[in-house]
């Protein structure tokens, strides 16, 4: 898609939508301020995260999928987030197994 040109009335029109800017932050993308981010995400590509904070849609999924902190020793104990000793966190993991040895079983 070639570069949209501001037309006469002071606005881009994209796919029949007016915006008033190109670019712009990424809350000013979710708002539907802007068109895009300078990165190239549009509002289909961002959401909210947990934190209610604008990421990128396919970071977030990933994320989530691969539990990368968990892998890396941090999780919750005590209602607490913070990095889990070795001893915790073999009892997690031998938990998590025996759950799921369970779940086949039925």
Do not use: C
């Amino acid at each position: 898609m070639p570069r949209p040109i501001k037309q006469l009335d002071g606005f881009y029109h994209i796919h029949g939508i007016k915006w008033k800017d190109l670019w712009g932050s990424r809350e000013k993308v979710f708002e539907k301020k802007a068109y895009k981010t300078t990165g190239g995400l549009t509002k289909n590509d961002l959401v909210k995260n947990d934190e209610g904070k604008i990421v990128s849609k396919a970071k977030y999924i990933t994320s989530k999928r691969e539990q990368r902190l968990k892998k890396y020793g941090f999780g919750v104990k005590s209602k607490r987030f913070g990095y889990l000793d070795a001893r915790y966190r073999k009892t997690q993991r031998y938990r998590d197994v025996s759950k799921k040895q369970e779940d086949k079983k039925k």
